[in-house]
């Protein structure tokens, strides 16, 4: 099966083909749906195609342009968890939990000078809810045959966090991040250490060969097993 990623140096934007249209992974930040859109077209893909977006959970860079998208295509649907639509509904990210590291606390600090530390993005109209899918023991089935592979639910990150294994790969969202300002694979932010350990033993014991992060380039699950102790040691610093 064909990956293609239609997203950015700062975000990954993962789209495959199904019998069922092409399937997104995430979007992006608000304002990125035109570059993203460009990138997906250069690879053969019309975005009035894609049938279904897998949110791997509700922050501003992976969320930012899904009312742009559901406003221009009146037949695509959502898959989410069940915990997403209050964040989604909010449009700002969830500040539970803190940086994973010192270096990171640095890189938020940043975004915040740049005007970026709120982590706003577009909360979701209320006419376009009935065009989300939160899953649920009753569909699960149903959505994995939808995309054609298991979903695997990995919070941590963030209580809404999911991830899709499609053959031998794991679209992770940021259950892992791959490059700085993450170290040993360890996202920058964590809203529960515990679970996000937990969460690395799911990704672990699914024996995949890859593991496609949200940020950063596609890496082997056995950086995952090398650096999984470190999560125990990790102090969380918070922004709020």
């Not at 992006?28 to 035109?34: A, F, I, L, N, Q």
């Amino acid at each position: 099966m064909d990956i293609y990623n239609a997203g950015s140096r700062v975000m990954n934007t993962y789209i495959y083909h199904t019998v069922n249209g092409y399937i997104m992974i995430d979007t992006g930040y608000e304002h990125s749906m035109k570059n993203v859109e460009k990138r997906a077209n250069k690879q053969g893909i019309a975005f009035s195609e894609i049938k279904y977006i897998f949110l791997t959970h509700a922050h501003d860079d992976h969320a930012g342009f899904l009312n742009e998208l559901l406003s221009k295509y009146p037949e695509l649907k959502v898959i989410i968890s069940h915990l997403a639509m209050p964040t989604l509904l909010r449009g700002q990210n969830s500040f539970v939990g803190g940086c994973s590291s010192l270096i990171a606390l640095i890189f938020c600090k940043f975004m915040r000078i740049v005007g970026h530390g709120n982590h706003l993005f577009p909360a979701i109209d209320k006419k376009y809810i009935n065009r989300f899918i939160e899953i649920t023991p009753q569909n699960l089935t149903e959505l994995e045959n939808i995309l054609q592979g298991k979903i695997l639910f990995t919070p941590g990150h963030t209580c809404d966090s999911i991830s899709l294994k499609l053959g031998d790969i794991i679209f992770c969202g940021d259950a892992a991040m791959n490059g700085i300002p993450s170290l040993r694979k360890i996202t920058i932010w964590i809203e529960d250490k515990n679970a996000f350990r937990n969460s690395w033993n799911i990704l672990i014991d699914e024996k995949a060969n890859w593991i496609y992060p949200a940020h950063g380039k596609p890496f082997r699950p056995d950086n995952l097993k090398k650096n999984i102790n470190y999560i125990r040691k990790i102090k969380l610093y918070k922004l709020k």
